[in-house]
């Protein structure tokens, strides 16, 4: 259950729900129980329930009780619509109905079936999961300029692993890629340390801030015209190559800055080359442009 989008109360109650809920999931099999303090049945069951998540401790299951007059956004997204409802979650989804089930002997039965289904760990260890496979997912989306899909793929992994500077990182620089560039921020500027000085997060801060220069376009139309006038003058092409990649034009803006570097790779304190370097790290080191455009570079420096 995702957070962005949402007011501060929903984000607030997003933030509850994955605390209590969500993160134990990932683990154990939490029984999630919808009540009310004016529902006589929920008082009827929530003891029963109590009994079997205890004897069924040790086995990884866990009793989570949301209360609906408190948690009426939780209740909405679950579209509860009578009480006591009650789910079996597991890695953060619904994985069955217990709403049937009101005596204990009915509670231990489904719960057998699914404890022999999935893969719970009790105790709640660690879960073994493979991030690598999903972050290639979103890697390719943004490879293939589809920022959208990238931002929901990784915000998915981020459910999964919310301190993982990789997939911070990715989220924001899918982000950058939609056009969302307020939400990267809001993304970057809600880190604390040392996920903020994490080197792949800094390197999506610097992505955004080129994203950030992105001019008008007037401006940009300008800043081509005064390149094109004056190949000679290193000022109008960096400028213009800057205004390029920060609108989208990242061959334009490669192609202006290789230019710089073999006609004067020592200009401003080699000002072109750095902005590449800067570039690359933007889009991202393993990116198939990126790495096309580095041997160019390396055939200019040192070819």
Do not use: H
């Not at 993160?23 to 529902?39: G, H, K, N, R, Y």
């Not at 619904?94 to 079936?113: C, F, H, N, Y």
């Not at 994203?211 to 000679?232: K, V």
């Amino acid at each position: 259950m995702a957070s962005m989008g949402l007011n501060l109360d929903e984000q607030k109650a997003v933030d509850r729900f994955r605390k209590a809920v969500a993160e134990p999931s990932m683990t154990q099999l939490v029984i999630l129980d919808f009540w009310a303090e004016w529902c006589g049945p929920c008082k009827a069951l929530t003891p029963v329930l109590e009994k079997v998540a205890a004897e069924y401790a040790d086995k990884g299951v866990v009793l989570a009780k949301v209360n609906v007059d408190e948690e009426q956004f939780i209740a909405s997204q679950f579209q509860v619509r009578s009480i006591p409802t009650v789910y079996a979650i597991f890695q953060g989804q619904p994985v069955a109905d217990l709403t049937s089930a009101r005596s204990e002997s009915q509670i231990k039965g489904m719960l057998d079936q699914l404890l022999a289904k999935l893969p719970v760990q009790p105790g709640g260890a660690e879960p073994e999961v493979d991030l690598a496979p999903l972050i290639a997912m979103g890697e390719e989306a943004l490879a293939a300029g589809d920022g959208e899909r990238a931002a929901s793929i990784f915000m998915q992994i981020l459910e999964i692993a919310p301190d993982n500077g990789e997939v911070i990182a990715g989220l924001v620089r899918a982000f950058i890629a939609a056009g969302r560039l307020e939400e990267a921020a809001q993304v970057l500027d809600s880190l604390g340390e040392p996920l903020s000085t994490d080197p792949q997060v800094e390197r999506a801060r610097n992505a955004l801030s080129l994203a950030q220069d992105r001019p008008e376009d007037s401006e940009l139309a300008a800043l081509r015209a005064a390149a094109a006038e004056r190949p000679a003058d290193m000022d109008a092409q960096f400028a213009f190559a800057g205004a390029a990649f920060a609108a989208g034009e990242r061959d334009a803006a490669a192609d202006t800055l290789l230019r710089m570097v073999a006609s004067d790779r020592e200009w401003n304190e080699g000002a072109a080359r750095a902005k590449l370097l800067q570039i690359f790290e933007a889009v991202g080191l393993e990116d198939p442009w990126v790495s096309a455009t580095r041997r160019k570079l390396s055939t200019i420096l040192f070819g």
